[in-house]
């Protein structure tokens, strides 16, 4: 037996919620490229310098990684504040049904967006893992080893 669950109106008010949630993460990720920018073009001198270490090729890797993820991030966090403003004008216009499956595109645009920043932070890590690598003393380093580590 196949059941259909109708979907619940909701009000102009709801997408307007998310307005203030998608422009912090937007204003965030945005100062993520902007600190990756500055790394990229000071990596760029030391490799231009003559710094052709294995660990600056790795990094520049990385990085070109963690510019794609931002990008896509971006671009789906765009994509979920045109959604809501697509849905408010859907809602106005008496298109219940449609604003409901437009605020729906909204929150898996947003829900993707986060997911790639998430990612995008566990890259980040990695780079400074990378960047810690080549000293020895912490290349055993754990959360939990340095929690509970006896003071000496």
């Not at 009000?11 to 500055?38: E, G, V």
């Not at 993820?69 to 979920?80: A, T, V």
Request: net charge neutral; aromatic share 10%.
């Amino acid at each position: 037996m196949i059941y259909f669950v109708a979907m619940p109106e909701i009000s102009i008010n709801t997408p307007a919620l998310l307005f203030p949630a998608i422009t912090l993460l937007m204003l965030a990720y945005t100062n993520r490229f902007l600190s990756l920018a500055a790394l990229v073009r000071k990596l760029h001198e030391e490799y231009v310098g003559g710094e052709k270490e294995k660990n600056i090729l790795n990094q520049i890797k990385n990085i070109r990684t963690r510019l794609n993820l931002i990008r896509y991030m971006q671009s789906f966090g765009i994509l979920s504040f045109l959604c809501c403003v697509l849905c408010m004008y859907t809602i106005f216009s008496g298109w219940a049904i449609l604003a409901n499956w437009i605020f729906v595109a909204s929150l898996l645009s947003l829900t993707l967006s986060i997911i790639l920043s998430l990612l995008e932070i566990n890259k980040s890590t990695r780079a400074l893992e990378l960047q810690l690598g080549d000293i020895e003393e912490l290349s055993g380093a754990n959360i939990f080893k340095d929690i509970f580590k006896p003071t000496e």
